[in-house]
């Protein structure tokens, strides 16, 4: 036995991820005494500014919005009792197919091998023994997420570690019942461009592929403040809209693919750290 702490590490693209994907584990693991460790990889710079302004708008400062959502996700660790963040710095790349994929210090002109040995010499400063990140489509297509997933993978390659490796993703069930909340409290969903509409309909597994149900329920409301906490994205945000108690029902579980798993656990598991603890 060490005396070192178990450890989770969430390798996430932009600011508001974390708390989107991943809220519920943040705060239910550091509420349980285990180091969580956030990776933010870019700056958020793509995203809304003051007063809902859009990237490419006139009053839109990328520099001021990334330098805004840094103090928003610094907040949001704070509600989520984030032990350490750990921002990478690379420029938001924006939506697939925005004229910002191709600037050249965007994180997704960034060579895969480069960004993996920055994030591999934090897995080895950290040594998570759980690491979560996106599936090989970003969970629904954006080049950032897409682009994590290919870093996280490539560093535990470039490591001698060995932790169980997740994969955010949700059941379709639970899509099912967000388009009833949606259609039954008479919110319209932005509508998608093309590629964007393809994407979302490759998100998510069934039910019986799931092999990880984390409950948080009981950190749904860290979990809704945090999210709300990158107030610069409300418009973005439609999983604010539900209302915390309607909110904690439909994102207080928090389900992921299990891709690595050196413990020998079975699946489907009701807990990260099975078999670790």
Not at 18 to 41: S, W
Not at 200 to 209: F, H
Request: net charge negative; hydrophobic share 40%; charged share 25%.
């Amino acid at each position: 036995m060490t005396d070192r702490p178990l450890t989770l590490m969430a390798v996430h693209a932009h600011p508001d991820d974390e708390a989107t994907g991943t809220g519920g584990v943040l705060a239910r693991y550091a509420a349980e005494g285990i180091r969580t460790v956030l990776v933010t990889c870019t700056d958020g710079a793509c995203g809304d500014g003051p007063g809902g302004v859009k990237p490419g708008d006139p009053g839109h400062d990328p520099a001021a919005v990334a330098a805004m959502r840094r103090e928003e996700l610094e907040a949001s660790c704070d509600i989520l009792k984030v032990s350490d963040l750990e921002m990478l710095g690379y420029a938001d790349s924006g939506m697939m197919g925005w004229p910002t994929n191709d600037a050249p210090h965007s994180f997704w002109q960034t060579p895969v091998q480069e960004a993996a040995g920055r994030l591999a010499q934090l897995m080895r400063q950290y040594r998570p023994d759980v690491v979560v990140t996106y599936d090989e489509n970003g969970f629904y297509g954006h080049p950032d997420h897409i682009q994590a997933h290919r870093i996280t993978m490539a560093a535990l390659k470039l490591t001698e570690l060995t932790p169980k490796v997740y994969w955010t993703t949700m059941p379709h069930s639970a899509m099912q019942r967000f388009g009833e909340f949606m259609r039954e409290s008479g919110q319209d969903m932005p509508e998608p461009d093309p590629a964007e509409a393809a994407a979302t309909a490759e998100i998510g597994l069934p039910d019986d592929e799931i092999t990880t149900w984390v409950d948080a329920t009981a950190f749904s409301g860290q979990k809704f403040e945090a999210l709300a906490a990158h107030a610069s994205q409300g418009d973005n945000i439609f999983f604010l809209k539900m209302g915390q108690e309607r909110f904690g029902e439909l994102m207080g579980t928090e389900t992921f693919l299990r891709v690595q798993d050196p413990t020998g656990t079975a699946a489907p598991e009701d807990d990260l750290f099975a078999g670790l603890r």
